[in-house]
């Protein structure tokens, strides 16, 4: 199994979709880096593999070597050059900590608009001089289009998980792979859980050996009740199966305006906590919007903050332009629409990234589960 040059797989989970699972992986595998890890990400959404976009890849191919599949190179190691600008101070958390150590609650940790007024006053952090490689594979990789439809039943897509899994030849040196699923409990799911389990570097007397190669399962939800209920059957599959469940975030928990700076719960708040806390598994914490990476991965713009929790280049008025048609918080897009001639800033996804005001609180949680799978 070429999975043998990985050190530690974490699975990315969640029984509903649209609660971001692909963009938790790809800030957990860019935070990975430049915590100085050699990471891979295994997209094993099939019929909607969205990792190549968001690290800005749709246009490789996939190189077919002796034994199998070579990912595609994101960014191999190297050496960043200092940040342009000062980030905010980072938040640690262990990801086996209890509920009430979450990285950004407001008795431990700074909220999303605290991390804001941070880029400005803030002293600039030490910031990582050498970053890990990263290495992506996705079914997109092989599609003729953004647009294809992959109308495939079980059997095939059983086949096309395994073949993800057995004939990959990532690096020797990979450290983390993190796999992105699709929503549910189904085929995917099934032919992971099968075939991860059954590999010898993950048999023992007991699964949760902290020395098996498959560390876990990081749970993702959204704060309100309908997608908390889904999520839960997630955590009961985890455990059916025997996969070690290492906690669960709860996406999209606020809303931070870019106009006035006032910050909106505006799905809730507290439904991923209050399920950890009811299945006993660690709450790593709430993960706010911040339309500032929504930029980074569409236009590839570095993301830029002012000190009132505005981002740059957005006007104080709310209505979006003289006849209010034009949405804020999209630069790039007009009326829901992708711009073609979008220019983007220079340098690598992982470089710009350290300017996100979302990274210390990933870079927190990498670092917890770090501490946890060693």
């Not at 990789?141 to 059983?158: E, H, I, M, Y």
């Not at 983390?176 to 929503?183: A, E, G, V």
């Not at 549910?184 to 992971?192: F, P, Q, V």
Request: aromatic share 4%; glycine share 12%; charged share 20%.
């Amino acid at each position: 199994m070429s999975l043998g040059n990985v050190k530690h797989i974490v699975l990315v989970l969640s029984g509903k979709g649209g609660v971001g699972k692909s963009s938790i992986t790809t800030q957990l595998a860019l935070s990975l880096c430049l915590a100085g890890h050699s990471v891979g990400i295994l997209d094993v959404d099939l019929t909607g593999p969205s990792i190549p976009r968001l690290v800005g890849t749709e246009g490789a191919k996939v190189t077919q070597a002796p034994g199998g599949w070579l990912p595609v190179e994101v960014h191999p190691s190297q050496n960043l050059p200092p940040l342009p600008s000062p980030l905010p101070k980072s938040k640690s958390v262990s990801v086996g900590a209890s509920s009430s150590e979450s990285i950004d609650d407001t008795s431990n940790g700074a909220s999303y608009s605290e991390f804001q007024d941070q880029m400005s006053a803030a002293p600039h952090p030490p910031s990582p001089t050498s970053i890990g490689s990263l290495h992506i594979m996705s079914l997109g990789f092989l599609l003729p289009s953004r647009s294809s439809a992959v109308v495939w039943r079980g059997p095939k897509k059983t086949a096309m998980v395994r073949q993800f899994l057995t004939d990959v030849l990532w690096p020797p040196d990979t450290e983390y792979l993190l796999i992105d699923t699709p929503p549910g409990t189904s085929d995917e799911h099934i032919s992971l859980a099968e075939t991860l389990l059954s590999s010898p570097n993950n048999k023992s007397s007991s699964h949760a050996s902290s020395h098996q190669q498959l560390a876990g399962a990081l749970i993702v939800t959204t704060p309100q009740a309908v997608s908390v209920s889904d999520v839960r059957k997630e955590i009961n599959f985890c455990r059916k199966v025997g996969i070690d469940v290492l906690g669960v975030l709860e996406n999209l928990a606020g809303y931070v305006c870019e106009c006035c700076g006032v910050s909106t719960n505006v799905f809730g708040r507290g439904g991923g906590e209050v399920m950890s806390q009811e299945f006993e598994v660690p709450f790593l914490g709430r993960i706010p919007v911040d339309t500032q990476w929504g930029s980074l991965v569409e236009e590839g713009r570095r993301p830029r903050y002012d000190g009132a929790g505005r981002t740059e280049g957005n006007e104080d008025s709310g209505g979006g332009g003289k006849n209010g048609n034009k949405t804020e918080g999209t630069d790039g897009m007009e009326n829901g629409f992708e711009d073609e001639n979008r220019t983007s800033d220079p340098g690598l996804l992982v470089d710009k990234y350290r300017s996100c005001s979302l990274h210390p609180i990933f870079q927190g949680i990498a670092n917890g589960l770090a501490q946890q799978v060693r």
